[in-house]
């Protein structure tokens, strides 16, 4: 059975850091292709940042240069760390991922907020 378990959100006030992780399970992680996304309230889902199965990343343009997108394939562990945060960034951060070209789902997610 495929799992994605998010952890690591929580409140913090503007420019403060945090480090999310996705904890995987039930399928090949080491070549699997990772994401995070996030979705505000009222707002639909926003991709955020993307790695391959060879640790080459991509980066939503509001987010490049703040958070790093990381993988532990060992411990089969997606990462988020995301420095400078905005209050824009207030939304629930949630990994999804693709394994040899079909989907293995999303997490139910963890909230982030970022207010003084």
């Known amino acids: 059975e495929v799992q994605l378990v998010e952890s690591g959100g929580a409140l913090v006030q503007p420019g403060g850091s945090l480090t999310l992780s996705c904890a995987a399970s039930g399928f090949t992680f080491s070549t699997a292709t990772m994401m995070w996304l996030r979705q505000a309230p009222g707002k639909g889902p926003e991709w955020i940042s993307t790695i391959d199965g060879n640790g080459a990343t991509i980066y939503e343009n509001s987010v490049k240069g703040r958070f790093t997108i990381s993988r532990d394939n060992t411990k089969e562990i997606l990462y988020l760390q995301m420095d400078s945060l905005k209050p824009e960034d207030t939304a629930l951060y949630y990994c999804?991922?693709?394994?040899?070209?079909?989907?293995?789902?999303r997490g139910k997610g963890t909230q982030v907020t970022v207010s003084s």
């Open positions: 999804a991922g693709q394994s040899l070209g079909r989907s293995v789902g």
